[in-house]
């Protein structure tokens, strides 16, 4: 191996589908940080997802009440979803 192309290699750095993929899978060993890691990306993503849900159902439910969304209610709409949105992130139960 050149000079040059070990310093070519040692500047890249690991693709980060490949860390994710380190970090959440329980095969490869890891140190305290990186399991605090993991679980902290298993409960963003459990959030994420409910997020997603509270605010997929909102939507739903919003359009079937007949609100409509266009011109000038589309600002009262979106209020309303924001809020929605923000009493999820804040773990707020309806």
């Not at 997020?51 to 007949?66: D, K, N, P, V």
């Not at 609100?67 to 992130?89: G, M, Q, Y």
């Amino acid at each position: 191996m050149t000079d040059d192309f070990a310093k070519d290699r040692s500047c890249q750095a690991t693709p980060r589908e490949e860390l994710e993929r380190q970090i959440t899978s329980y095969t490869f060993a890891k140190n305290e940080r990186e399991w605090w890691a993991c679980r902290e990306i298993e409960k963003l993503r459990a959030r994420i997802a409910e997020l997603e849900a509270t605010i997929t159902a909102a939507t739903i439910i919003l359009s079937e009440s007949g609100v409509p969304t266009e011109d000038k209610n589309e600002d009262a709409f979106n209020v309303l979803t924001d809020a929605i949105s923000s009493a999820a992130l804040n773990g707020e139960k309806g």
